[in-house]
């Protein structure tokens, strides 16, 4: 049969911060670390928006006039 066991309480934390240093710190650091990744990303949003693009057209040489093959099928034998 089925053994039953008796409730067992979870096992402690191994370690907990309570004065919360670890917290502060991380807050500390991560707040620089926020502006600057946002004073980048309006950089680099402003320089997609802000400037006019005055890249040079691209010349693409123009098609040869199409001729067709001659052969077995060719119109003029027909």
């Known amino acids: 049969m089925a053994e039953s066991r008796q409730w067992e309480p979870a096992p402690a934390p191994v370690f907990v ?5 670890r917290s502060r ?3 500390r650091f991560g707040w620089p670390v926020s502006v600057i990744g946002a004073i980048l990303a309006a950089a ?3 320089s997609l928006i802000g400037v006019q693009s005055d890249a040079p057209a691209m010349e693409i040489p123009p ?3 199409y001729l ?7 119109p003029s034998l027909l």
């Open 17 to 21: 911060d309570q004065s919360g240093l």
């Open 25 to 27: 710190l991380l807050r």
């Open 44 to 46: 680099m949003g402003g």
């Open 63 to 65: 098609k040869p006039a």
């Open 68 to 74: 067709p093959a001659k052969g077995p099928l060719s």
